[in-house]
């Protein structure tokens, strides 16, 4: 749930961005927050 409600909050701060660098600290804080949402690996098993 943190890892939806953190992506949603960065794109809505990403959308209304008033500078270059707050759209990148936007984007760089969506890919962290996506990170959280999507499962890990499976592990391979032989």
Not at 1 to 8: E, H, W
Not at 36 to 46: D, I, N, Q, T
């Given at each position: 749930?943190?890892?939806?409600?953190?992506?949603?909050?960065?794109?809505?701060?990403?959308?209304?961005?008033?500078?270059?660098?707050?759209?990148?600290?936007?984007?760089v804080?969506?890919?962290?927050?996506?990170a959280?949402?999507?499962?890990?690996?499976?592990?391979?098993?032989?």
């Open positions: 749930m943190t890892g939806l409600i953190g992506f949603a909050t960065a794109s809505v701060v990403g959308g209304a961005a008033t500078s270059f660098d707050m759209l990148v600290a936007a984007r804080a969506q890919g962290l927050f996506a959280l949402l999507a499962p890990a690996a499976p592990r391979c098993s032989a």
